[in-house]
């Protein structure tokens, strides 16, 4: 039997089991929240020291003990710790800076109202790499748009070519998802910023502690609500998923675009080869294994989301055990989101198109049929009638292997009428907001970009602000 402390037992005859030991035990996961833990916990050591719960000597005692533990963690201390998880880790390691001083630390405190508490701290740090991560994908698709908002190419439905398109509309398409993700992720990192601390194991705290000063003290906006929704609302987390699952799927679309793009077959750019691999049998290929990686981890994170809703929905008020697997998920899915983000938002900047390959391929009669039926509509044939007469001339022109505009006029086709099977007319006509005309995408590739200008000010906002909330106490933290 190892010396490890639990932080309960009084009340058993005997410690737990070691196949519970082994089932039960999150300490091989949850020593992720060790800066949280003790982050949180001097808050609380703070708050019972102006509550006069504690002394001014025990409270700076026990906050200098608490930074010592985090600063030997970070140094490495630790690892191999034998603890039931990252709450009786920290309390274990105070006891040995400060001896039994370090029991009076969980005065009035749950490691339910705790854990929530950590998390929430986690998944605020969390929310906020994402955010900028993803900025950093809208910003890049942006400039694409910008550079290439006159390089045409086809656009494809029912990934058959349809209509010509540019480049640049194709990258600001993306970054219009991307920058929906970003306000979502800022949205519910407003939502995730209250305070469970205090709300103890489910009832509240018995002590006169002020929880709103509290909250202020860890940079949160304000305390929860509610003691029983406080320690076992998991909602941030689940937004968290979502946004990131959500994420992760237009990341698989854009994914799957540009591995066709740079297939042989479409040959429309080419990967950076810093961003691409080789085979191990064929000297020639290039693979798109980050892309496919991309592609894969979609899956992934939709299954992650539904879990974690699979576990949250049949759990009664107010903490359960099945909580502690919470974590997993959220580790799990940042570790790849902070992997795949800049590996693809660089591969976004280092793509090599081939414009002549592409504008070919974007002349193509096939894509401009539209534009023979437009103007025949122009000039005043209905435009049902007009699909059809351009449809007719179309299968001609598939069976005598000619070109739409190589046909003579006839059957209601004039030449004025072929002259705009053009593909730079074509391009130019789509003027409306939101079109594929050249001056169209540069200017909307301009609105993107102050877009994410302003996303990026009005985070930089909210840290300030939350930051800013308890200078006294921040200025504690640095004696």
């Given at each position: 039997?190892?010396?490890?402390?639990?932080?309960?037992?009084?009340?058993?005859?005997?410690?737990?089991?070691?196949?519970?030991?082994?089932?039960?035990?999150?300490?091989?996961?949850?020593?992720?929240?060790?800066?949280?833990?003790?982050?949180?916990?001097?808050?609380?050591?703070?708050?019972?020291?102006?509550?006069?719960?504690?002394?001014?000597?025990?409270?700076?005692?026990?906050?200098?003990?608490?930074?010592?533990?985090?600063?030997?963690?970070?140094?490495?201390?630790?690892?191999?710790?034998?603890?039931?998880?990252?709450?009786?880790?920290?309390?274990?390691?105070?006891?040995?800076?400060?001896?039994?001083?370090?029991?009076?630390?969980?005065?009035?405190?749950?490691?339910?109202?705790?854990?929530?508490?950590?998390?929430?701290?986690?998944?605020?740090?969390?929310?906020?790499?994402?955010?900028?991560?993803?900025?950093?994908?809208?910003?890049?698709?942006?400039?694409?748009?910008?550079?290439?908002?006159?390089?045409?190419?086809?656009?494809?439905?029912?990934?058959?070519?349809?209509?010509?398109?540019?480049?640049?509309?194709?990258?600001?398409?993306?970054?219009?998802?991307?920058?929906?993700?970003?306000?979502?992720?800022?949205?519910?990192?407003?939502?995730?910023?209250?305070?469970?601390?205090?709300?103890?194991?489910?009832?509240?705290t018995p002590l006169g502690v002020d929880r709103e000063r509290l909250?202020?003290?860890?940079?949160?906006?304000?305390?929860?609500?509610?003691?029983?929704?406080?320690?076992?609302?998991?909602?941030?987390?689940?937004?968290?998923?979502?946004?990131?699952?959500?994420?992760?799927?237009?990341?698989?679309?854009?994914?799957?675009?540009?591995?066709?793009?740079?297939?042989?077959?479409?040959?429309?750019?080419?990967?950076?080869?810093?961003?691409?691999?080789?085979?191990?049998?064929?000297?020639?290929?290039?693979?798109?294994?980050?892309?496919?990686?991309?592609?894969?981890?979609?899956?992934?994170?939709?299954?992650?989301?539904?879990?974690?809703?699979?576990?949250?929905?049949?759990?009664?008020?107010?903490?359960?055990?099945?909580?502690?697997?919470?974590?997993?998920?959220?580790?799990?899915?940042?570790?790849?989101?902070?992997?795949?983000?800049?590996?693809?938002?660089?591969?976004?900047?280092?793509?090599?198109?081939?414009?002549?390959?592409?504008?070919?391929?974007?002349?193509?009669?096939?894509?401009?049929?539209?534009?023979?039926?437009?103007?025949?509509?122009?000039?005043?044939?209905?435009?049902?009638e007009a699909h059809e007469i351009v449809g007719r001339r179309f299968?001609?022109?598939?069976?005598?292997?000619?070109?739409?505009?190589?046909?003579?006029?006839?059957?209601?086709?004039?030449k004025a009428d072929l002259a705009s099977v053009d593909l730079a007319?074509?391009?130019?006509?789509?003027?409306?907001?939101?079109?594929?005309?050249?001056?169209?995408?540069?200017?909307?590739?301009?609105?993107?970009?102050?877009?994410?200008?302003?996303?990026?000010?009005?985070?930089?906002?909210?840290?300030?602000?939350?930051?800013?909330?308890?200078?006294?106490?921040?200025?504690?933290?640095?004696?």
């Amino acid at each position: 039997m190892s010396g490890r402390r639990d932080l309960w037992g009084g009340r058993f005859a005997s410690g737990p089991a070691e196949v519970l030991r082994r089932f039960n035990d999150s300490w091989s996961f949850d020593r992720a929240l060790v800066a949280e833990d003790v982050q949180g916990s001097i808050a609380w050591a703070e708050e019972l020291g102006r509550s006069g719960v504690l002394t001014a000597p025990e409270t700076r005692k026990i906050v200098k003990g608490l930074r010592e533990v985090k600063v030997a963690w970070d140094e490495g201390e630790g690892r191999d710790a034998d603890a039931e998880d990252v709450h009786s880790y920290v309390e274990g390691e105070l006891a040995k800076r400060i001896g039994p001083l370090a029991g009076k630390l969980h005065t009035g405190r749950s490691r339910n109202d705790q854990v929530a508490t950590d998390l929430r701290l986690w998944l605020r740090n969390a929310f906020d790499a994402f955010h900028v991560a993803v900025l950093e994908l809208a910003g890049a698709l942006a400039e694409r748009g910008a550079a290439e908002a006159a390089t045409p190419m086809p656009g494809y439905t029912h990934l058959k070519r349809a209509e010509p398109v540019t480049f640049g509309h194709w990258s600001l398409a993306y970054a219009e998802m991307v920058l929906r993700d970003a306000d979502r992720i800022r949205a519910a990192r407003r939502r995730a910023n209250e305070c469970p601390l205090g709300s103890g194991a489910l009832s509240g705290t018995p002590l006169g502690v002020d929880r709103e000063r509290l909250a202020k003290s860890l940079g949160f906006a304000r305390a929860t609500a509610n003691s029983l929704d406080g320690v076992s609302d998991r909602d941030a987390a689940a937004e968290y998923l979502f946004a990131a699952s959500l994420h992760f799927a237009h990341l698989s679309r854009m994914a799957e675009d540009l591995i066709f793009f740079t297939s042989d077959e479409a040959g429309f750019a080419e990967l950076p080869d810093a961003l691409s691999t080789g085979s191990s049998r064929m000297p020639q290929k290039k693979n798109p294994d980050l892309l496919e990686l991309v592609r894969g981890h979609a899956g992934r994170a939709l299954g992650e989301l539904t879990g974690f809703l699979a576990l949250l929905k049949g759990l009664p008020l107010a903490y359960d055990k099945d909580l502690q697997l919470d974590k997993e998920p959220l580790f799990r899915t940042r570790a790849v989101l902070e992997a795949a983000l800049p590996a693809l938002t660089a591969l976004v900047k280092g793509l090599r198109l081939k414009p002549e390959r592409m504008a070919a391929a974007a002349a193509d009669d096939r894509l401009l049929a539209t534009e023979l039926a437009d103007a025949l509509a122009r000039r005043g044939v209905p435009f049902r009638e007009a699909h059809e007469i351009v449809g007719r001339r179309f299968a001609l022109a598939e069976e005598t292997g000619k070109g739409l505009a190589e046909l003579p006029p006839g059957e209601g086709v004039t030449k004025a009428d072929l002259a705009s099977v053009d593909l730079a007319k074509a391009l130019a006509r789509r003027g409306a907001v939101g079109g594929t005309s050249p001056k169209r995408v540069a200017q909307a590739a301009k609105r993107a970009a102050a877009r994410i200008a302003g996303e990026r000010k009005a985070a930089d906002s909210a840290a300030t602000k939350g930051k800013a909330a308890a200078p006294a106490a921040a200025g504690r933290r640095k004696s």
